[in-house]
């Protein structure tokens, strides 16, 4: 394959896994999943009962698997067997996995605030009428550009994995790096916007969640709407760049060319890895030096 043409395959399917990352971090944050869904579960036993949607099906990574994979699984019966045009079969696919995640929050939000009777957590109806049409929106643009990266993978840069193997995996990696980057978005800064930046949380604050927001008493849309400023975009870019980046090394040194090829890839991944890590080490020590000591440290230095 020609270079130009292969770069211009990595950056359509960069700009489409940026979206998708984008899109299953704000859907996680509307749902409330994944990791800062254990203080949401907590705080009506800590009598703290709340309207933030309490969903969590799965983790991130196992939820989003299941949803391209069966998008990708949909997508190739419709092409094979109906001969559909690519662009509805993706479309579709993207369409039947959302449905099914509709299915599944509903039933999770159903179940877990029924589970919670006895510490006086209602069940809002206006919740589940509200979210989750927002939830699946959320997770058919997930879904479809997975499946458009997907494809272009199969299709024209001839890589030997089926759609649907390629569309779990991806959805096992957007669903890794939304748990990591920005669900911490979601959990330190929106959840417990009532302790200092930076404290850590307390034992003794488990659960005290902020459940009133700006107007009115805080939901899942609230959280989406903040977390759309910084936690969303921050999990595009990771993702984009973990799909740009991977398949740029082996774009420009294409291993097929001769084993000496193969061995330029693999450093070059390797320098990319040096590069982040130096690159994150210099901007956490940025922060800290930015932000300071405790004040309980400089009371007692002093």
């Known amino acids: 394959m020609e270079p130009l043409i292969g770069m211009g395959v990595l950056a359509l399917m960069g700009a489409a896994a940026t979206i998708a990352g984008a899109s299953e971090d704000l859907e996680s944050d509307v749902g409330s999943q994944s990791n800062p869904n254990s203080q949401v579960q907590l705080a009506p036993q800590m009598m703290y009962p709340h309207r933030i949607f309490n969903k969590a099906i799965s983790g991130e990574p196992p939820s989003n698997a299941l949803l391209a994979a069966v998008g990708g699984a949909s997508a190739s019966v419709l092409m094979s067997a109906y001969s559909m045009s690519v662009v509805f079969a993706i479309a579709v696919g993207a369409l039947i996995a959302a449905g099914i995640h509709g299915t599944y929050a509903t039933t999770a939000y159903l179940g877990r605030s029924a589970s919670q009777k006895r510490f006086r957590q209602p069940i809002y109806l206006d919740m ?7 939830m699946m929106g959320f997770a058919y643009i997930t879904t479809f550009c997975i499946l458009v990266v997907s494809y272009l993978m199969t299709s024209v840069l001839a890589h030997p994995f089926p759609l649907t193997l390629l569309a779990f995996i991806w959805g096992i990696t957007v669903g890794a790096i939304g748990s990591s980057t920005g669900d911490v978005h979601y959990g330190a800064e929106r959840e417990f916007q009532n302790v200092e930046f930076g404290s850590g949380l307390n034992a003794a ?6 459940r009133k927001a700006e107007c009115g008493l805080r939901n899942g849309i609230d959280n989406s709407w903040f977390c759309a400023k910084f936690g969303g ?3 595009g870019l990771a993702f984009g760049m973990t799909v740009f980046l991977s398949g740029w090394i082996t774009t420009i040194f294409d291993p097929s060319m001769g084993a000496n090829i193969g061995w330029l890839a ?3 991944g390797l320098a990319i890895i040096l590069i982040l890590i130096l690159g994150n080490r210099r901007l956490e020590v940025f922060a800290r030096n930015q932000y300071g000591p405790y004040k309980e440290d400089e009371e007692v230095t002093a």
């Open 233 to 235: 975009p921050v999990t």
């Open 128 to 134: 589940v009428r509200s979210h989750v049409p927002v």
């Open 205 to 210: 604050n488990s659960g005290n969640i902020v």
């Open 266 to 268: 693999i450093i070059a």
